[in-house]
């Protein structure tokens, strides 16, 4: 089993909403990823995650939080976001956080702030 | 600066054509990676390459690294409809634990 999965695919939120994008995996991954992609850009690694300990913040705005409640879990919690934030927010993991570690990627959730 | 270029940008190929994308990086590659994703949707794993001279291929698509070169390339022979895609590489490029992708390509296959 080679999947990440992603939930919701899609979420549509206000600016004073508070939302939560939740990822799993599990093949026993021990790092886990967040990216974000705008349209027609390739992905900005956001977050990662090491043996459920923050590793990598990449000067991500407060308004995202991460959280890895577990060695397959990884969610995304949301709050009074902007407009510019919409944008495809993707989730990979791999076995550990090594550059020779392939990254796999869930199917993204499709945000869109109004 | 981006770490990683990707050319074409884009590529518009009558079907049954062959084509090669290519990714340049400025600095060395330590392990270099290539994907594949539908606009909108996640990204798929196409393969990894990791050693200089190495090269590996999956149905019709063969990736080469040229480490000399800190280049690698993808060449997809008589391409279908099904090819169509944005193509991402992407690779550590400071053993920093960071992961950049490429610039990405955008490859329309006309039936």
């Known amino acids: 089993d080679t999947e990440v999965t992603q939930t919701p695919k899609h979420l549509v939120m206000g600016m004073t909403n508070k939302k939560s994008l939740k990822c799993e995996q599990h093949m026993g991954h021990r790092a886990m990823y967040w990216y974000k992609q705008k349209a027609k850009k390739p992905p900005e690694l956001m977050f990662v995650?090491?043996?459920?300990?923050?590793?990598i913040n990449e000067s991500v705005p407060s308004r995202f939080s991460p959280e890895c409640p577990n060695s397959s879990l990884l969610n995304l919690h949301l709050h009074a976001l902007q407009p510019e934030d919409s944008a495809l927010y993707l989730c990979?993991?791999?076995?550990?956080?090594?550059?020779?570690?392939?990254?796999?990627f869930g199917p993204g959730t499709r945000l869109t702030v109004l | 600066s981006q770490e990683l270029e990707q050319s074409p940008q884009s590529l518009i190929v009558q079907e049954g054509k062959n084509l090669t994308i290519n990714c340049t990086s400025s600095k060395t590659l330590y392990g270099l990676y290539w994907y594949k994703q539908k606009y909108g949707e996640g990204l798929i794993f196409l393969m990894m390459l990791q050693k200089g001279g190495e090269e590996k291929s999956h149905e019709k698509i063969t990736a080469k690294l040229d480490e000399k070169k800190q280049q690698s390339s993808l060449h997809i022979t008589a391409s279908q409809p099904s090819h169509a895609g944005i193509y991402l590489c992407g690779a550590d490029v400071n053993t920093g634990n960071q992961f950049y992708f490429g610039t990405g390509t955008s490859l329309t296959v006309i039936p």
């Open positions: 990979a993991s791999s076995q550990a956080n090594r550059a020779t570690d392939t990254q796999y």
């Open positions: 995650y090491s043996y459920e300990k923050l590793s």
